[in-house]
């Protein structure tokens, strides 16, 4: 099915550093933020915000944190919040989209080029690589302690609605054109499927294997980019080597 697995590449390059607490509450938090922004703010009418929150709770994410996030999307306390995307080159020349959620263009600008330059990557102009990645539906179903196979998985996605599936190890990878993303969702949760993942995302039209001796300055860009507490979703087209 489909030829990319972003689950592979989020796997494939988890480090110490995910395992901190407070960068689980970061993402989290960005999610909630995206959630709320995106639809009703009260969880009892926005299904995507509800499974956000069953994750803070699961990560045991203090509900001061949870609620801070949902207010910075209603614009209550008088912050305002902007959404940038920045996009470039790492090194190797493989296209990198960053998604940004900020409330100092200035600083998280500096903060994004700088990273770039430090690792032997670039900035580009805006869609110099944004043509290169498709606008997609997200959903991830992790396969432990699920009873059903790949084929019965595969139909009950089509069935729902969606378009293309992937199947890793770990977890079904299913892909939705972005304006049924809700209703395949809701439709695999009235299957009693658990969704560990729901998102609009976006996913490389084609990948590129990262040169072995680029490797390392890959992937210190990655984690200097998704450790910014202004990034809310780095995207790349990068295969890193297996190790």
Do not use: C
């Not at 090194?91 to 940004?100: D, L």
């Not at 498709?134 to 998985?153: A, F, H, K, P, S």
């Not at 969702?185 to 995302?201: F, P």
């Amino acid at each position: 099915m489909s030829g990319h697995s972003k689950w592979h590449n989020i796997q494939g390059r988890k480090n110490a550093q995910d395992a901190k607490r407070g960068k689980i509450f970061q993402k989290i938090s960005r999610d909630l933020y995206q959630a709320a922004k995106a639809g009703d703010p009260d969880p009892a009418n926005n299904p995507q915000l509800r499974l956000v929150m069953d994750k803070a709770r699961a990560a045991n994410m203090p509900k001061d944190n949870v609620q801070r996030a949902i207010d910075k999307a209603t614009g209550a306390g008088g912050a305002k919040f902007d959404e940038i995307t920045y996009e470039g080159y790492g090194p190797g020349g493989i296209a990198i989209m960053v998604s940004a959620l900020t409330d100092n263009k200035n600083r998280t600008a500096a903060a994004v080029r700088s990273a770039f330059t430090h690792s032997g990557g670039s900035l580009g102009a805006t869609g110099s690589v944004s043509y290169m990645f498709d606008r997609r539906g997200y959903i991830v179903i992790l396969r432990e302690d699920l009873d059903t196979d790949e084929d019965t998985m595969l139909m009950d996605a089509l069935d729902a609605g969606a378009e293309d599936m992937n199947t890793e190890e770990a977890a079904f990878e299913i892909y939705t054109v972005p304006s049924d993303l809700a209703s395949v969702r809701d439709a695999l949760q009235e299957k009693g499927y658990d969704l560990d993942t729901a998102e609009v995302t976006m996913i490389p039209q084609n990948t590129t294997a990262v040169p072995a001796d680029k490797a390392s300055q890959y992937q210190h860009l990655i984690d200097e980019l998704e450790s910014n507490d202004d990034v809310a979703d780095v995207y790349d087209a990068g295969e890193l080597p297996e190790e």
